[in-house]
């Protein structure tokens, strides 16, 4: 079955304390992006990924880094999480762009 | 300006009855456009891309206005499970897509 995966799906954790959720898609695709849902401010794009090892900046791309090692993963990692990045984050594969089920993220 | 906007809503539309509503971009060098479909809070899902001809799925038929600069979706015979929020989606060069904040349909019996 095509699909995205992410993990976690929900996380609670403290600021500054590093994480890393994960993306995993099974369709080669070439193109994945991470995205952050916030109520009022829409889907906005943080990083985005057009092959291994090229990435770049998306709309809101500060206090995020991404790799792309490797065609099927594109994890996200937070080195020192703070509340404003308390959000619902997507993943998504693509250029027509699956989507992920989503990680909700507080950060206390 | 946002360089893609949407009339949040929500429209309000009975059982059966045909809601359209649009989708503006500022960038005139835009090159492709989506329009998406998300349930309260789940992931997005790809409704249907939109060609410079418009096109039609089903009940769904989407326009393209580059001239003006804005996109639109209507939905016929509306159903109950309609009720969604639709996410505009507009492609730039080097494949770099910014999501409109969505219009929320609501369809009532």
């Known amino acids: 079955e095509a699909q995205v995966t992410q993990n976690p799906r929900y996380l609670i954790t403290v600021t500054g304390k590093k994480l890393t959720v994960t993306c995993s898609q099974n369709m080669n695709h070439e193109y994945m992006s991470w995205y952050r849902q916030d109520p009022g401010l829409g889907l906005r794009q943080i990083y985005y990924s057009m092959n291994v090892e090229v990435t770049d900046k998306g709309d809101v791309p500060e206090g995020y880094k991404v790799s792309r090692k490797e065609k099927r993963n594109f994890p996200l990692i937070l080195e020192s999480p703070s509340p404003n990045q308390t959000s619902l984050y997507f993943c998504a594969s693509g250029y027509e762009q699956y989507f992920g089920p989503g990680t909700r993220l507080t950060v206390t | 300006r946002k360089e893609v906007e949407q009339d949040p809503g929500p429209f309000n539309v009975p059982e059966g009855a045909t809601v359209a509503f649009n989708c503006t971009y500022s960038?005139?060098?835009?090159?492709?456009f989506f329009w998406y479909r998300q349930d309260c809070r789940k992931e997005p899902k790809l409704l249907m891309s939109?060609?410079?001809s418009g096109n039609e799925d089903g009940r769904f038929t989407a326009q393209l206005n580059r001239a003006s600069q804005y996109i639109s979706l209507l939905i016929r015979d509306s159903k109950l499970s309609d009720s969604a929020t639709y996410l505009c989606v507009v492609g730039a060069a080097g494949n770099k897509l910014t999501f409109g904040g969505g219009t929320r349909v609501l369809v009532k019996p």
């Open positions: 939109v060609y410079s």
């Open positions: 960038n005139s060098a835009s090159q492709s």
